[in-house]
C-alpha cells in the first residue's frame, strides 16, 4: 500500500533579488551581488595591468626614434666605394711584398736594408706556401716541417745576434728576423721548382741546390748585418749561420 507524502505548493519569486527591490532606507545604492566581478577603477592613476600601458599618445610623444633610420652610409656620408680595400684593411701591402720579392730575386745585385726595414709576415708565408707546394708536387708533404725550421731557424739567428751583441740587437727584433728569413726563402722556392726537372741522386742537383743555398746565405747575410747592431763585424759568423740554415732546406729537397 503506496503512502501518500503532502507536497507544499512552489513560489517562484521574481528575478531581481529583495534587498535591489526594497534598499533599506539610508544606504544609499545597493551593494553588487555576490557573483558580479568587481569593477575596476575609472581613475587615470589606477592602472589594473601595471606591466601594460594603454596610453597612445604618452607612448608616442616619448619614444625614442630608431636606431637605423634608413639605409648603412646615407646619414653619415660614408659610402662603400669609400671603403679600403680589403687587403689593406688586413695590412697587406702587395707594391710593398712585389718591391721587396725584385730586390731578392736578382742574385747579382744587393738587397735593399731599407726596404726590409717594415717587416711583414705575408710574403714569407706565401713563399713558404709555395715552397711546399713544389715539395706537393714532387710527392713530399713538407708543409709542416718548414713551417717549424723556419721559425726555429729564426731564433736560432736571433739567439746568435743576441750573443754576439751581446744583447743590443739594434734594428733586428725577432719578428724582423722572421720576415727577412722568409723572404731570403726565395731562392729556395725557385730551386724546389727547378728541382722537379732535375735527375734524382746525381751530381747535378747538388750542385745547383749549392748555387741557390749561396744565393740564399748572401742576401741574408746583407740584410742581417745592415739591420743589426755590430753586424759587419761579426759578418763570417752570420754568414755561416745562415749558410747552414739554408743548406737545410736545400737537403730538403734533394732527398
Known amino acids: 500500500m503506496a503512502k501518500e507524502f503532502s507536497v507544499p505548493p512552489v513560489v517562484f519569486t521574481p528575478s531581481t533579488p529583495t534587498h535591489r527591490r526594497n534598499p533599506?532606507?539610508?544606504?544609499?545604492?545597493?551593494?553588487p551581488p555576490?557573483?558580479?566581478?568587481?569593477r575596476p577603477?575609472?581613475?587615470?592613476?589606477?592602472?589594473?595591468?601595471?606591466?601594460?600601458?594603454?596610453?597612445?599618445g604618452a607612448g608616442a610623444s616619448s619614444s625614442s626614434p630608431p636606431l637605423f633610420a634608413g639605409p648603412i652610409g646615407v646619414g653619415s656620408g660614408a659610402s662603400f666605394e669609400d671603403e679600403p680595400p680589403l687587403l689593406e684593411e688586413l695590412g697587406i701591402n702587395t707594391r710593398q711584398i712585389w718591391r721587396k720579392t725584385l730586390s731578392i730575386i736578382h742574385p747579382f745585385r744587393s738587397a735593399d736594408p731599407s726596404l726590409h726595414a717594415d717587416a711583414d709576415l705575408s710574403?714569407?708565408?706565401?713563399?713558404?706556401?709555395?715552397?711546399?707546394?713544389?715539395?706537393?708536387?714532387?710527392g713530399k708533404f713538407h708543409f709542416g716541417i718548414v713551417l717549424g725550421w723556419v721559425t726555429v731557424a729564426s731564433l736560432f739567428l736571433y739567439f746568435?745576434?743576441?750573443?754576439?751583441?751581446?744583447?743590443?740587437?739594434?734594428?733586428?727584433?725577432?719578428?724582423r728576423c722572421v720576415s727577412l728569413v722568409g723572404y731570403?726563402?726565395?731562392?729556395m722556392v725557385i730551386f724546389s721548382a727547378v728541382s722537379l726537372f732535375l735527375p734524382r741522386g746525381g751530381g747535378l742537383i747538388f750542385g745547383v741546390g749549392m748555387g741557390f743555398v749561396l744565393w740564399?746565405?748572401?742576401?741574408?747575410?746583407r740584410l742581417l748585418s745592415e739591420l743589426a747592431s755590430s753586424g759587419?763585424?761579426?759578418?763570417?759568423?752570420?754568414?755561416?749561420?745562415?749558410?747552414?740554415?739554408?743548406?737545410?732546406?736545400?737537403?730538403?729537397?734533394?732527398?
Open 41 to 56: 577603477s575609472t581613475s587615470s592613476t589606477a592602472n589594473p595591468l601595471p606591466f601594460m600601458s594603454f596610453d597612445v
Open 160 to 175: 746568435v745576434f743576441s750573443m754576439l751583441s751581446g744583447g743590443r740587437c739594434g734594428d733586428l727584433d725577432l719578428y
Open 216 to 221: 740564399s746565405t748572401r742576401v741574408c747575410t
Open 123 to 138: 710574403g714569407p708565408f706565401l713563399f713558404l706556401l709555395s715552397f711546399g707546394l713544389f715539395q706537393l708536387l714532387a
Open 184 to 187: 731570403c726563402m726565395l731562392p
Open 24 to 31: 533599506p532606507p539610508g544606504t544609499g545604492a545597493s551593494p
Open 232 to 255: 759587419e763585424e761579426h759578418r763570417g759568423l752570420i754568414a755561416y749561420a745562415c749558410w747552414l740554415v739554408y743548406m737545410l732546406f736545400s737537403l730538403l729537397v734533394v732527398f
Open 34 to 38: 555576490a557573483f558580479a566581478p568587481p
